[in-house]
């Protein structure tokens, strides 16, 4: 028997029914907020309707972007109430400068729906909260719970059990413990399945059967065990879903899990080369997107250059070294934010709350204005808009030593921003330097378009908040 690589992804699903549930709720939104502001629901079927919806159409298009970025389609935001309402307010300010944007800013509209378009926002608010509501009730049902046998462990499975596993909708029926030792970490974690740690891997059958198993998960390597892989054979006609804990931990945690990964996993995962069509439409994107952010560095640069030689003298503009595609060189630039002999002593890490930082800086690092000038890297081609942190030559020669495969990371081009950035704090140490890998490589292993566009959202959504 061979182990599936690759998990049936439930979330996929459940964001795709989020998506369709919001789509109708902005239509009906709209339709109510036409009948409330006429007074008269007759009209609808008219001319004057096609031409709302024909418009409306478009600023739904951004409300759904917003969403996005706004993290309402993770399911485990639905769980978490503070963020969900921070998340909505924030929402409702971006949904309604779009609306205004558009109906005020383009004078040859012929429609100006004031009272509408406020209507339209706040009904849907409305409508949405309603919607995730029900969503997130349904969601805690018995009966739509992935319930899973976990056979064997690993360290890495400890993680899942504290952070992941409950908020994702799954439910652990029971422990099997292959292995004639327990682990502590194990035992410690056997009060969360309901039959405990099971060592007699006959009884498998029995509790699948009994508790309606849907997965099995393989946190040690079934091959290794010749019993275990006959029970679980007699087990085929159940139809039930075997994953390797690879797969398992990077669905759930959009990270790899290094400790577990050889040459030949990246032989499998990584050796694949870029699409040339791939690789013109970033690069287009790139230098489209690249002048846009030049132009609005060029309308900051007298403000930044003032303010930061009131507060510290020294060069406006900060230059260093980096490692780029393929381990080349190339300088990157920024706003200076730090004492202009912040490294007489040579490179260092960036701590919190860094002494070198100046006032100034603070600020600029705060609202990441102090990357702005990268803009013209990736104009250059040095770095692309999305990919992995670009790190000092003299960071990578230490990281490399102590970090398995570190420079794998160095296979794509850089970026100004990444998987690694939106989901993990800036790295000051080798463990966190170890940890952003995890996420640089789920990147590397699974980049395309729309897991680009969703960085950029989310990267969009961190400069706002």
């Known amino acids: 028997m061979k182990v599936i690589k690759t998990m049936p992804n ?43 919806l024909f418009h409306f159409s478009f600023i739904h298009v951004f409300w759904l972007l917003f969403l996005f970025a706004l993290d309402f389609y993770e399911v485990s935001i639905l769980r978490r109430i503070s963020d969900f309402y921070r998340n909505l307010i924030v929402f409702f300010v971006m949904a309604s400068a779009t609306g205004i944007a558009y109906f005020y800013l383009v004078p040859e509209l012929t429609i100006s729906p004031k009272t509408i378009l406020v209507a339209d926002i706040l009904i849907f608010v409305i409508l949405f909260c309603v919607w995730r509501y029900c969503f997130s009730r349904i969601l805690v049902a018995p009966y739509l719970k992935e319930r899973i046998v976990i056979i064997g462990f690993r360290p890495e499975l400890g993680e899942l059990l504290r952070h992941y596993l409950s908020r994702n909708g799954y ?21 969360l399945a309901k039959w405990g740690i099971i060592s007699d891997i006959s009884r498998l059958k029995e509790i699948i059967e009994k508790e309606g198993i849907n997965s099995i998960i393989f946190a040690s390597d079934p091959h290794k065990n010749g019993e275990m892989i006959q029970e679980i054979f007699t087990g085929l006609p159940l139809k039930l879903n075997y994953i390797s804990f690879d797969s398992f931990y990077e669905n759930l945690t959009k990270k790899v899990p290094t400790e577990a990964i050889d040459k030949v996993w990246f032989l499998e995962n990584l050796s694949r080369p870029e699409r040339k069509i791939d690789q013109a439409f970033k690069r287009v994107f790139d230098i489209l997107f690249s002048f846009l952010g030049l132009l609005i560095t060029v309308i900051l640069f007298p403000f930044v250059a003032l303010a930061t030689e009131l507060d510290s003298p020294g060069f406006i503009f900060y230059s260093q070294r980096r490692v780029g595609k393929d381990g080349k060189n190339f300088t990157l630039y920024k706003f200076r934010t730090m004492k202009a002999d912040a490294e007489k002593t040579g490179p260092q890490w960036a701590l919190p709350n860094d002494p070198r930082i100046t006032r100034v800086g603070r600020i600029l690092r705060a609202i990441h204005v102090d990357e702005f000038p990268q803009f013209y890297n990736i104009f250059k081609g040095d770095i692309s808009f999305v990919g992995p942190r670009p790190e000092r030559p003299e960071f990578v020669d230490e990281l490399k030593k102590e970090i398995p495969y570190y420079e794998i990371r160095h296979l794509i081009k850089p970026g100004f921003t990444g998987w690694a950035q939106i989901n993990y704090k800036y790295s000051a140490s080798v463990e966190e330097a170890k940890e952003k890998l995890r996420y640089e490589l789920y990147y590397i292993k699974n980049r395309s378009f729309l897991l680009d566009l969703g960085i950029i959202l989310k990267t969009i959504r961190i400069i706002l908040r």
């Open 10 to 52: 439930k979330n996929s699903l459940l964001k795709f029914i989020l998506l369709v549930g919001d789509v109708i709720l902005m239509y009906s939104a709209l339709l109510l907020s036409l009948g409330i502001r006429y007074g008269d629901f007759s009209f609808l079927p008219g001319p004057q309707t096609k031409i709302f």
């Open 171 to 191: 439910e652990i029926v029971a422990f099997f413990n292959p292995n004639s030792s327990l682990s502590n970490e194990l035992i410690s974690f056997s009060n």
